[in-house]
Each structure stands twice: as C-alpha cells, then as structure tokens.
C-alpha cells in the first residue's frame, strides 16, 4: 500500500487561491489514479477532481470545475491541487487518494490508499 501525505492547507479569504501537495512514498506513481476528495463533518465524503496514471486525462466535479486545477509529477513523485477563486463552501478537510486504475475515478471505493488530510479553512 503506498503511502500519502497533503500538504498546503490553510487559512485563506474568499477569493483567494491554495496549493494543495501530496507525497507518495513510491517512485512509480505514475502507475496510479490520483484523486482528491473533500468532507466536512456531518457529511459524505464528496470527489473533488482525479488524474489518471499518465496524467494525460482529468475530471472535475462540477462545483471546482474551471476554479481547481490537479496535476501529476511522476519524476517527483508527487500530486497537486491548484484551487483559485475559493469560496466558503470550498472549506473542507482534503484527502489525496491512489487507485490501480489505468484512467481516472469520481468513486471513493475504487481508491485503496487514502492520506490523513489536510485541511482549508475559507473566510467571507
């Protein structure tokens, strides 16, 4: 199971803009699908954006649509989230996942490893 770490959270106002990062301690990442979902208590965890292994296809949940970007680094070992235009809705704990998928995933039970989170905090 490969491990992962987030990175990046934080304080921000509305309309300000976060990276966050996530760490893997495998040198070939880029066999994996990477995603990034989002949870706040009470609710279900919801998908955020996913990249599949070669980092030539991604996805987006409508609501980050045109506002997150996700990329991959495979030589780093490493995945991103660029998140611009934030809103108080966007205040969640972030969680970076892997699956062994040949191409991207919205569904949270096709990922196997998950980070402990990271989270953002979005003021008005």
């Known amino acids: 199971q490969v491990q992962l770490v987030e990175s990046g959270g934080g304080l921000v106002q509305a309309g300000g803009s976060l990276t966050l990062s996530c760490a893997a301690s495998?040198?070939?990442?880029?066999?994996?699908?990477m995603g990034w979902f989002r949870q706040v208590p009470g609710k279900e965890r919801d998908f955020v954006a996913t990249v599949s292994f070669s980092g030539g296809t991604t996805d987006y949940a409508d609501s980050v649509k045109g506002r997150f970007t996700i990329s991959k680094d495979n030589a780093k070992n490493t995945v991103t989230l660029q998140m611009n235009s934030l809103k108080p809705d966007d205040t969640a704990v972030y969680y970076c996942a892997a699956a062994r998928v040949s191409s991207g995933s919205r569904r949270a039970s096709d990922y196997y490893s998950w980070g402990q989170g990271t989270q953002v905090t979005v003021s008005s």
């Open positions: 495998e040198r070939a990442i880029r066999i994996y699908t």
